[in-house]
């Protein structure tokens, strides 16, 4: 790279209906040309195939990139760049898709990088969003499922004290479930069906809430007790410095943070809402590649 030339990589997430491309710039992680398509209709490797590159020669239209790095769900070998999902994306098991869109762009294997997607969320946030200059972090993505990411320093911890295997949260044993039974839209739509009878999406009964249904209202105050009261036993040992809300739940948090907050008064965690929201997962993945010690430079 020519000296005073801000150092920039394409970077892509693969979520389980779209794919987003963008060029990421060093420096502070910039995001330009962000682009979006549908995971393809054929499914088949190569039309996914075509949809990266398509979507990649875009978003770097008139920029030197040094080579790409993916935000991708799992399972799914990162080092390998080899998917081994069998129910999303079934026609990429077994694909090297590192190999393979390398050789669509003419790179080396090696400028073709890949990390876990809830890992990439965490690292947008902590390199360019609400947890900037955080020691301890960890980030919850409260959807359909819960996402969740532990970070200190700056690095994605997998393991250690209060780290749960993996870094996952999900699965953990909670109250009788795990923990993805009481943080989640199904949590939430459960609360309404017990109330109203009723069964709604999440978008809806925040709708009604902020509309002034009681009943709506009161399923969003239950669940940021529930979440604060989540966080703190879930997180004691770990002792994070913040915790990050992103995930389509969080876009309804003026209707439950208050009550998040209530329950941690007795504690030092701060929590947060996302900032980068859909584009924290570009993001990290330029975080996670411009701090690889092993990443190629041009």
Known sequence: MSAGVDPCVLVYDVGGSHIAAAVCHRDGYRLDTVGRANLPEEQTSEAFLEVLRSLGMKAIEGATVEGAEFAMPGPFDYEKGISWMEHKMPYLYGVNVGEALAAKFGWKPEQVLFLN???????GEVGAGAARGVKRVVCFTLGTGVGSGFAVDGHVMTEGEGVPPGGEIWNVPYEGGIVEDTISTRAIKAAYTRRKGEDREVASIAHYAIGGDPEAVAVFHEFGKTLGIAIKQLLKDFAPDVVVLGGGISRSAALFLDDVKTELADT???????????????????VAWFSNPLRLSS
């Open 117 to 123: 997607d809830a890992a990439a969320y965490l690292l």
């Open 268 to 286: 030092r965690i701060e929590v947060r809402i996302a900032e980068l929201g859909d584009n924290a997962p570009l993001a990290g993945a330029g």
